[in-house]
Antibody, heavy 120, light 110 residues
Framework: EVQLVESGGGLVRPGGSLRLSCAASGFTFSTYGVTWVRQAPGKGLEWVSSISSTSLYIYYAESLKGRFTISRDNAKNSLYLQMNSLRAEDTAVYFC?????????????WGQGTLVTVSS | QSVLTQPPSASGTPGQRVTISCSGSSSNIASNYVYWYQQLPGMAPKLLIYRNNERPSGVPDRFSGSKSGTSASLAISGLRSEDEADYYCASWDDSLSGQVFGTGTKVTVL
């Protein structure tokens, strides 16, 4: 069974940093691209970043470039999102999702999400 | 802000057919596949439609997708109470080099 489990969320002050993790199981992680999507409270889905299976191709939402960094460790079946200079508007549930193919393909499995709250 | 536009709400009685539209542009829907996701209250999104009109295994054939030009649609026929959820369209945007999601549509079963 495909499983994606996010962790690392929590309360952080504005300007602070946080590193999210996503542990994958039930499939050969090293052969799939993965994506982060976030959802602010009561709002819609927003694509954050995608990374290919070998980390060769990385994409970011324009508004997040320079503050967020996506990475993966295929030996640990894990995906990461390093978030720096956090702002109140970064408050959201962050989901990791598996891409069926390249970054332009469907997200066929999703984790349950981890909540990030940016507040003083 | 979302690049793809959806109506904020749609509703119907059990058994009815409901259609949700998704409006985009030449850089996304017109030149790439459209995907649809269903998000039940308090849950993670779930893939409902891929490659414009394909259903993953386990998704009832009551759900169907279509695409024409810069727009796409999701139809739910034989509406059921368990279909109450938020629905999002998505596509790749060539200009932004990223995925874009629709604004989302809340479906209510009356």
């Amino acid at each position: 069974e495909v499983q994606l489990v996010e962790s690392g969320g929590g309360l952080v002050r504005p300007g602070g940093s946080l590193r999210l993790s996503c542990a994958a199981s039930g499939f050969t992680f090293s052969t799939y691209g993965v994506t982060w999507v976030r959802q602010a409270p009561g709002k819609g889905l927003e694509w954050v970043s995608s990374i290919s299976s070998t980390s060769l191709y990385i994409y970011y939402a324009e508004s997040l470039k320079g503050r967020f960094t996506i990475s993966r460790d295929n030996a640990k079946n894990s995906l990461y999102l390093q978030m720096n200079s956090l702002r109140a508007e970064d408050t959201a549930v962050y989901f990791c999702a598996r891409q069926q193919g390249g970054a332009d393909t469907e997200l066929d499995y999703w984790g349950q999400g981890t909540l990030v709250t940016v507040s003083s | 802000q979302s690049v793809l536009t959806q109506p904020p709400s749609a509703s119907g009685t059990p058994g009815q057919r409901v259609t949700i539209s998704c409006s985009g542009s030449s850089s996304n829907i017109a030149s790439n596949y459209v995907y649809w996701y269903q998000q039940l209250p308090g849950m993670a999104p779930k893939l409902l439609i891929y490659r414009n009109n394909e259903r993953p295994s386990g998704v009832p054939d009551r759900f169907s997708g279509s695409k024409s030009g810069t727009s796409a649609s999701l139809a739910i026929s034989g509406l059921r109470s368990e279909d109450e959820a938020d629905y999002y369209c998505a596509s790749w945007d060539d200009s932004l080099s990223g995925q874009v999601f629709g604004t989302g549509t809340k479906v209510t079963v009356l």
